[in-house]
T-cell receptor, first 114, second 114 residues
Framework: AQTVTQSQPEMSVQEAETVTLSCTYD???????LFWYKQPPSRQMILVIR??????QNATENRFSVNFQKAAKSFSLKISDSQLGDTAMYFC???????????FGDGTTLTVKP | DAMVIQNPRYQVTQFGKPVTLSCSQT?????MYWYQQKSSQAPKLLFH???????NEADTPDNFQSRRPNTSFCFLDIRSPGLGDAAMYLC?????????????FGPGTRLTVT
């Protein structure tokens, strides 16, 4: 079974600053995908960014990028130029391609302050 | 717009009174998931369907059942809700193939048990 650990229950950042959310996971699988999802207050969860484990290049989506360290089983999310709309709970998720399902971390609540 | 729809958004039921939550999708995705999410916690997978193949999580209580009559619809039945079943219930879909394992979430149904 996989485990996903997000060690930062809460974080805050000033608007326009950069923040990094950490995520580590434990697995014996070799083929898997990693995701960061965002759940704004009272709104539905949406995908932020994805990373295929077989790709060494770190994924980037506009202001969002990841630092994927496969050997260390680490998958952190960097948010640059933080905006008030980034305030949300962020979940790291491990997708097991063999089982066809995801394991989520406990989430990090990010507050962007004006 | 293609989407995942959950009805109702809010459901109040009495202790022990059966309740059904529904989910529909216009994405034509193969996989549908039901999650239980308690306040500020990680979504907990209850079960998922890959097409008509049903996959139950080992720790999902027998009180929870699901039906998927066709590709577009999936239902969550709680036969005898207890106070501990009060939570947000999230439906999600995925294509389930290598082109995209990301999950698309509905807005959730908040269940209150009185």
């Amino acid at each position: 079974a996989q485990t996903v650990t997000q060690s930062q229950p809460e974080m805050s950042v000033q608007e326009a600053e950069t923040v990094t959310l950490s995520c580590t996971y434990d697995t014996s699988e070799n083929n898997y995908y990693l995701f960061w999802y965002k759940q704004p207050p009272s709104r539905q969860m949406i995908l932020v960014i994805r990373q295929e484990a077989y790709k060494q290049q770190n994924a980037t989506e506009n202001r969002f990028s990841v630092n994927f360290q496969k050997a260390a089983k680490s998958f952190s999310l960097k948010i640059s130029d933080s905006q008030l709309g980034d305030t949300a709970m962020y979940f790291c998720a491990f997708y097991n391609t063999n089982a066809g399902k995801s394991t989520f971390g406990d989430g990090t609540t990010l507050t962007v302050k004006p | 717009d293609a989407m995942v729809i959950q009805n109702p958004r809010y459901q109040v039921t009495q202790f022990g009174k059966p309740v059904t939550l529904s989910c529909s999708q216009t994405l034509n995705h193969n996989v549908m998931y039901w999650y239980q999410q308690k306040s500020s916690q990680a979504p907990k997978l209850l079960f998922h369907y890959y097409d008509k193949d049903f996959n139950n999580e080992a720790d999902t209580p027998d009180n929870f059942q699901s039906r998927r009559p066709n590709t577009s619809f999936c239902f969550l039945d709680i036969r005898s809700p207890g106070l501990g079943d009060a939570a947000m219930y999230l439906c999600a879909t995925s294509r389930g193939d290598r082109s995209s394992y990301e999950q698309y979430f509905g807005p959730g149904t908040r269940l209150t048990v009185t």
